[in-house]
């Protein structure tokens, strides 16, 4: 179900210079906000890209994109506010995430903690498929 070229208009794609709006979706989360810098460090050194997903002009559920390869990015840092949870949200924003790195071109792969069971069965339903090392890393 990984789609060619899916965009949720809910989901936007943060710059160097949003840092006030990503510590908004942290504190909705119920945690710390990061230094004003945060986000201007990680977009300089290449390490990953954020978008956030909006219900009400709230932005309730975040994810990644980890570029550590030349042909496989990751889709990464999945979090939505408790409150959130069970809509539908992570599976939107996974789709988004999702749809930008094969629009890149590239292999996505996901991978999360061993017991967060709610993720799995996300990754799952979405076609990825779990790598031949054992972990919960998977590849769509």
């Known amino acids: 179900e990984l789609p060619e070229n899916s965009s949720s208009p809910r989901c936007v794609w943060l ?25 201007r460090n990680i977009y300089k050194s290449g390490s990953a ?3 956030l997903l909006f219900e009400n002009g709230l932005p309730v559920a975040r994810g990644a994109v980890e570029p550590y390869s030349d042909g496989m990015w990751e889709a990464a840092d999945f979090y939505t506010a ?17 749809a930008e790195i094969i ?19 996300i990754m799952e339903h979405m076609g990825f498929q779990k790598d031949d090392n054992g972990g919960n890393k998977f590849e769509g």
């Open 15 to 39: 710059t160097e210079n949003d840092g006030e709006i990503f510590n908004r979706h942290l504190c909705l989360c119920g945690k710390a906000p990061r230094e004003d810098d945060f986000l």
């Open 49 to 51: 890209r954020y978008c």
């Open 82 to 98: 408790r409150e959130y949870r069970v809509r539908g949200l992570a599976k939107e924003i996974l789709r988004h995430v999702a």
């Open 103 to 121: 629009r890149q071109g590239k292999i996505v792969s996901c991978r999360t903690e061993r017991g967060n069971t709610a993720m799995i069965k």
